[in-house]
């Protein structure tokens, strides 16, 4: 992998930047007030990647394994949020329990991988740990709030079915075990959605990515399927964790249904 | 009946919502073959007590206990296979009768029990039903019906205390009157058993029960 790619100069940026400008016009003739939109989310979007590009450049240059961690857990951090917010209803220690899922999940397996697949030397080497613990997080993320919203709503909608079984005797476990499934389900899908299809409909960024940069197709296919089994795994530990821990706050060891732990969200808005 | 201990035993039980009580200072100990009547306007808080006595919920204030041994110290599943609370509208799994009778067998405290059709069938011939009642789908069950199925699969593993909540009240007259004469029969053949029976029919209060507890939801 030599730097044997078309780097971007300013010019380039600019053309591309051109581009968007017809659709300005065609929003324009046909009033379709598109205009503010499309020009907000160009300003952000170049905007938050330049930022990005030079964060990067000062990440990488990181030695230090503190700061290092650090920057993990922040990220982790922001993701266990936003997995929460896409949820409708909530508990006391939801936002806990979706920071340890997250956490323990995507460094786990990122960690690990670092350490015993790509073989980095130090295995936290940020030019390695970053973006593959990003790609990690990011669909993590996704999976555990999938599964949390899913089997807080299936607890509230099959409260009834879950007191009639522990009414004669079931346990927490058996009372529940077809919300954890159902919830573990969900939380998977997207996951082995994209598996199912890879490299048949959808081509992933990383891989073209890495084959626009000049590595060769098998090289570049190699480091993808590395990529995406650390991908599934962390979402199902990640999903298992939440679940795990979701049902330890609403099922307790009395085997009672803690129903009126659970309140909606105020605004009740999904992204 | 000469002075055996109580089966079940409270002592100034008090089940508070937020900040109000529902009703407290709750005393009452009762012995085998008691058929009680809980008693009380609509909202006052009976469903409520049974789901207390079923440990499904905790009161706020007081003690609870079964076989003279406090409720906190109870295993749950193995107390509520002994004494159980069929809910007003239970909600059954998807599936036929039949596979919801045996379901239960799949609890870890039922492991050495094992699903008795001779025993259904004649639970069934007493409330006036055929045995094809087993093969109908969860779907094709009306409120009553359903109640049925779930008195029969808690009948079915011989309780000691059962904790009825309006179980007749979406039955008509005959089906009801059918209910009552299992419950007779279930009685008589478990002899430590008592029942503890809520129900807004003054007639089927007399007919069911030999004393009530009256509660009602204090001011707050």
């Given at each position: 992998?030599?730097?044997?790619?078309?780097?971007?100069?300013?010019?380039?940026?600019?053309?591309?930047?051109?581009?968007?400008?017809?659709?300005?016009?065609?929003?324009?003739?046909?009033?379709?007030?598109?205009?503010?939109?499309?020009?907000?989310?160009?300003?952000?979007?170049?905007?938050?990647?330049?930022?990005?590009?030079?964060?990067?450049?000062?990440?990488?240059?990181?030695?230090?394994?503190?700061?290092?961690?650090?920057?993990?857990?922040?990220?982790?951090?922001?993701?266990?949020?936003?997995?929460?917010?896409?949820?409708?209803?909530?508990?006391?220690?939801?936002?806990?329990?979706?920071?340890?899922?997250?956490?323990?999940?995507?460094?786990?397996?990122?960690?690990?991988?670092?350490?015993?697949?790509?073989?980095?030397?130090?295995?936290?080497?940020?030019?390695?740990?970053?973006?593959?613990?990003?790609?990690?997080?990011?669909?993590?993320?996704?999976?555990?709030?999938?599964?949390?919203?899913?089997?807080?709503?299936?607890?509230?909608?099959?409260?009834?079915?879950?007191?009639?079984?522990?009414?004669?005797?079931?346990?927490?476990?058996?009372?529940?075990?077809?919300?954890?499934?159902?919830?573990?389900?969900?939380?998977?899908?997207?996951?082995?959605?994209?598996?199912?299809?890879?490299?048949?409909?959808?081509?992933?960024?990383?891989?073209?990515?890495?084959?626009?940069?000049?590595?060769?197709?098998?090289?570049?296919?190699?480091?993808?399927?590395?990529?995406?089994?650390?991908?599934?795994?962390?979402?199902?530990?990640?999903?298992?964790?939440?679940?795990?821990?979701?049902?330890?706050?609403?099922?307790?060891?009395?085997?009672?249904?803690?129903?009126?732990?659970?309140?909606?969200?105020?605004?009740?808005?999904?992204? | 009946?000469?002075?055996?201990?109580?089966?079940?035993?409270?002592?100034?039980?008090?089940?508070?919502?937020?900040?109000?009580?529902?009703?407290?200072?709750?005393?009452?100990?009762?012995?085998?073959?008691?058929?009680?009547?809980?008693?009380?306007?609509?909202?006052?808080?009976?469903?409520?007590?049974?789901?207390?006595?079923?440990?499904?919920?905790?009161?706020?204030?007081?003690?609870?206990?079964?076989?003279?041994?406090?409720?906190?110290?109870?295993?749950?599943?193995?107390?509520?296979?002994?004494?159980?609370?069929?809910?007003?509208?239970?909600?059954?799994?998807?599936?036929?009768?039949?596979?919801?009778?045996?379901?239960?067998?799949?609890?870890?405290?039922?492991?050495?029990?094992?699903?008795?059709?001779?025993?259904?069938?004649?639970?069934?011939?007493?409330?006036?039903?055929?045995?094809?009642?087993?093969?109908?789908?969860?779907?094709?069950?009306?409120?009553?019906?359903?109640?049925?199925?779930?008195?029969?699969?808690?009948?079915?593993?011989s309780p000691i205390v059962l904790l009825f909540d309006e179980p007749t009240a979406s039955l008509d007259e005959d089906a009801a009157?059918?209910?009552?004469?299992?419950?007779?029969?279930?009685?008589?053949?478990?002899?430590?058993?008592?029942?503890?029976?809520t129900t807004h029919d003054q007639a089927q209060l007399k007919r069911m029960t030999d004393q009530q507890i009256h509660i009602w939801?204090?001011?707050?």
């Open positions: 992998m030599t730097s044997d790619y078309i780097a971007m100069g300013p010019w380039q940026l600019a053309f591309a930047a051109a581009l968007i400008l017809i659709n300005l016009i065609f929003s324009m003739m046909l009033k379709l007030q598109l205009e503010k939109m499309l020009w907000v989310a160009s300003l952000r979007m170049v905007s938050q990647l330049l930022l990005l590009g030079y964060v990067l450049e000062w990440i990488f240059a990181l030695q230090n394994f503190v700061m290092i961690l650090g920057l993990a857990l922040m990220m982790a951090t922001v993701a266990s949020v936003s997995a929460v917010s896409r949820t409708r209803r909530r508990f006391g220690t939801i936002y806990l329990s979706s920071f340890m899922s997250v956490a323990v999940s995507s460094c786990f397996i990122t960690s690990i991988a670092l350490a015993g697949i790509v073989q980095i030397e130090p295995w936290y080497h940020p030019q390695y740990f970053f973006p593959l613990l990003g790609m990690v997080l990011g669909n993590t993320l996704n999976g555990i709030s999938l599964a949390l919203d899913r089997f807080m709503e299936d607890l509230s909608a099959r409260q009834n079915q879950i007191e009639s079984l522990l009414a004669i005797g079931a346990t927490r476990w058996e009372a529940a075990h077809d919300s954890v499934k159902e919830a573990a389900r969900t939380g998977m899908i997207p996951i082995i959605n994209s598996m199912m299809v890879m490299g048949i409909v959808s081509l992933p960024g990383m891989m073209t990515g890495q084959i626009l940069a000049g590595a060769l197709p098998l090289d570049a296919v190699y480091y993808q399927i590395v990529i995406v089994f650390m991908i599934a795994s962390a979402s199902a530990l990640g999903v298992i964790l939440i679940i795990l821990m979701a049902f330890h706050c609403l099922l307790n060891t009395r085997h009672q249904l803690c129903t009126a732990r659970l309140h909606t969200k105020p605004s009740g808005k999904r992204k | 009946m000469n002075c055996p201990a109580p089966v079940l035993q409270a002592n100034n039980l008090g089940r508070q919502i937020e900040s109000s009580w529902m009703w407290k200072g709750l005393s009452f100990s009762f012995y085998p073959g008691d058929r009680v009547g809980v008693v009380g306007p609509s909202g006052s808080g009976k469903t409520l007590l049974l789901r207390v006595i079923s440990g499904l919920d905790d009161a706020q204030e007081g003690n609870l206990s079964f076989q003279g041994k406090a409720l906190r110290h109870w295993q749950m599943p193995e107390y509520r296979s002994q004494v159980i609370f069929l809910p007003q509208r239970p909600a059954l799994l998807e599936g036929t009768v039949e596979m919801n009778l045996q379901y239960v067998y799949r609890f870890s405290i039922y492991q050495d029990q094992t699903y008795q059709r001779e025993q259904i069938l004649h639970y069934l011939s007493l409330l006036g039903r055929e045995a094809d009642f087993l093969k109908r789908k969860d779907t094709e069950l009306s409120g009553g019906e359903s109640q049925i199925v779930a008195f029969l699969r808690a009948l079915q593993l009157k059918n209910l009552e004469t299992l419950v007779h029969s279930w009685q008589q053949q478990q002899s430590r058993s008592l029942y503890l029976w939801k204090k001011a707050s």
